[in-house]
């Protein structure tokens, strides 16, 4: 039953969601972070000293409530394109494919421990469904990470979050992710901290284009692109994964 129903499927990965989409998608975030900036008190979250999970949960509950009056509400666009996001999203991982460490212990036929597989931070799913798609896995994934000028840097940024993209740890149904960056009385800014960076690294993070603002934003701090090849193979069908445009929307905590 499960290989005919495999036999129906689309073939991976899917097509990228038009810009149109995106756009909304980031006029929501930015709508919404205003909004929870703005009630952190109510909320008892401190931007300025908590965790990015606790900013990032503040967030999607504030874009849940806004979404609620779907017909009239602020965020009426995004409700009509978007399923709210969903927090450590579950994503089956069956075809997922296996980073290079993980052939390398498998190889080396070491007996560590299976390391349990990190989940993008948070996930968006449309609401129309193309014939043959599976929900699970055609989605917006956002991974979130603090800018802090201290020991959360564009380094940690990268090696800890964008790394995740151009590996095939996430978005491997995808062509498209989404590095969402938390600044924290941080001086590094989009897009020169992170052309920097990857200039040095193109090699490593496999850069198939530097930071370019997107055509289509128009926010404090413009939204930015990158484009990036993956050298990883599907674990089903063997087939290498096409390279991935990650989107990288940069938000500022006020003080």
């Given at each position: 039953m499960l290989a005919h129903a495999r036999e129906g499927s689309a073939a991976l990965p899917y097509p990228d969601l038009p810009d149109s989409n995106i756009q909304i998608l980031e006029k929501a975030l930015?709508?919404?972070?205003?909004?929870?900036?703005?009630?952190?008190?109510?909320?008892?979250?401190?931007?300025?000293?908590?965790?990015?999970?606790?900013?990032?949960?503040?967030?999607?509950?504030?874009?849940d409530i806004l979404c609620s009056d779907r017909r009239n509400g602020p965020l009426a666009a995004f409700?009509?394109?978007?399923?709210?996001?969903?927090?450590?999203?579950?994503?089956?991982?069956?075809?997922?494919?296996?980073v290079p460490e993980e052939e390398e212990e498998v190889a080396a036929g070491t007996k560590k421990p299976r390391r349990k597989r990190k989940k993008p931070d948070i996930a968006f799913?449309?609401?129309?469904?193309?014939?043959?798609?599976?929900?699970l896995w055609y989605a917006v994934f956002i991974e979130a990470k603090i800018l802090d000028n201290k020991e959360k840097t564009v380094g940690l940024y990268s090696r800890k979050g964008l790394s995740r993209f151009t590996q095939g740890r996430y978005a491997w149904s995808m062509k498209q992710g989404?590095?969402?960056?938390?600044?924290?009385?941080s001086f590094e800014e989009l897009p020169d901290a992170l052309h920097e960076y990857l200039d040095r690294r193109r090699q490593e993070y496999n850069v198939?284009?530097?930071?370019?603002a997107s055509k289509f934003s128009r926010g404090e701090m413009r939204m930015h692109e990158t484009h990036h090849c993956r050298n990883v193979v599907y674990n089903d069908t063997k087939?290498?994964?096409?390279?991935?445009?990650?989107?990288?929307l940069w938000l500022t905590v006020p003080d």
């Open positions: 930015r709508l919404a972070w205003r909004e929870a900036c703005a009630d952190q008190q109510h909320r008892g979250v401190d931007f300025l000293t908590c965790e990015e999970d606790d900013i990032a949960d503040a967030l999607v509950e504030v874009m409700s009509e394109f978007f399923e709210v996001g969903i927090r450590e999203s579950p994503v089956a991982t069956g075809v997922a494919p296996k799913w449309p609401k129309l469904l193309p014939a043959g798609y599976n929900r989404v590095m969402l960056g938390f600044r924290r009385r198939k284009a530097m930071p370019e087939k290498p994964l096409e390279p991935i445009r990650v989107f990288h």
